[in-house]
T-cell receptor, first 111, second 114 residues
């Protein structure tokens, strides 16, 4: 099956710093989602991004499908950004859509 | 707008007991999914239902059964719980009909098997 690798596995930053999280995948995909899992375990949809760049406030994401990677940028980090960030790739097969998750990047923002 | 609602939020079982995790969505989505998340890992697909009346196995289906009761509800059953099934279980839904839309997740059910 498809492999999804995220880097770095852990990241500790001072409040106000910027960060870049990377997601590599081993095969062609139909789409890609970025999630933030907060300290309470809730999964928050951040981006649904098959290609190109999207921005939402301090967060932006870029997917280069032909090179099989996606990047999540977080600018001016806040303590509320702490948690685990997952990318998940979507494969659509005969109308069924399956997400395969990476193992995540754990981000800790220090005040 | 509730989105995807899972019940219960927490449950402790003894080995061999059975239970059903409930999931309901109010977004009129066709597809529904059950995942499990083990410590330090991403989510893995257990079962999914592309539409009402259909179910298919995902990556880790052993030890589980599912029922797509109607378009809104998709339940996950553990017939004889085992300690290896201690995990956090997430239900998700997405729209279909030829459009690719993101999956929306519930808040999870934290299940401990003693």
């Amino acid at each position: 099956g498809i492999q999804v690798e995220q880097s770095p596995p852990d990241l500790i930053l001072q409040e106000g710093a910027n960060s870049t999280l990377r997601c590599n995948f081993s095969d062609s995909v139909n789409n890609l989602q970025w999630f933030h899992q907060n300290p309470w375990g809730q999964l928050i949809n951040l981006f649904y991004i098959p290609s190109g760049t999207k921005q939402n406030g301090r967060l932006s994401a870029t997917t280069v499908a032909t090179e099989r990677y996606s990047l999540l940028y977080i600018s001016s980090s806040q303590t509320t950004d702490s948690g685990v960030y997952f990318c998940a790739v979507l494969i659509s097969n005969f109308g069924n859509e399956k997400l395969t998750f990476g193992t995540g990047t754990r981000l800790t923002i220090i005040p | 707008n509730a989105g995807v609602t899972q019940t219960p939020k927490f449950q402790v079982l003894k080995t061999g007991q059975s239970m059903t995790l409930q999931c309901a969505q109010d977004m009129n989505h066709n597809s529904m999914y059950w995942y499990r998340q083990d410590p330090g890992m991403g989510l893995r697909l257990i079962y999914y239902s592309a539409s009402e009346g259909t179910t298919d196995k995902g990556e880790v289906p052993n030890g589980y059964n599912v029922s797509r009761l109607n378009k809104r509800e998709f339940s996950l059953r553990l017939e004889s719980a085992a300690p290896s099934q201690t995990s956090v279980y997430f239900c998700a839904s997405s729209d279909m009909g030829g459009r690719q839309q993101p999956q929306h997740f519930g808040d999870g059910t934290r299940l401990s098997i003693l």
